[in-house]
């Protein structure tokens, strides 16, 4: 199971000290890959965490019955 992950970003320098943002992604993985990227991309001090929630992105899907569908088993 895949949980969707939260970027934080939090501004430590400029004009936007003390601010905090955050980006949203469907896996810690496809985050964890983000973190170069979006560091490259702050002209300014900041921090990058992944932090991953309790709500699914993703789940294993139960295989078909075939039986169900009107194949032989």
């Not at 992950?5 to 810690?28: D, R």
């Not at 300014?44 to 709500?55: A, G, M, Q, S």
Request: a negative charge.
């Amino acid at each position: 199971m895949t949980y969707w992950t939260i970027l934080w970003i939090i501004f430590l320098g400029g004009q936007y000290s003390g601010e905090q943002s955050f980006m949203v992604y469907p896996s810690l993985e496809t985050c964890e890959k983000a973190l170069n990227v979006v560091s490259g991309t702050l002209p300014y001090d900041h921090i990058l965490l992944c932090e991953e929630t309790t709500v699914l992105s993703s789940s294993l899907r139960p295989k078909r019955n075939p039986l169900l569908t009107g194949g032989k088993p």
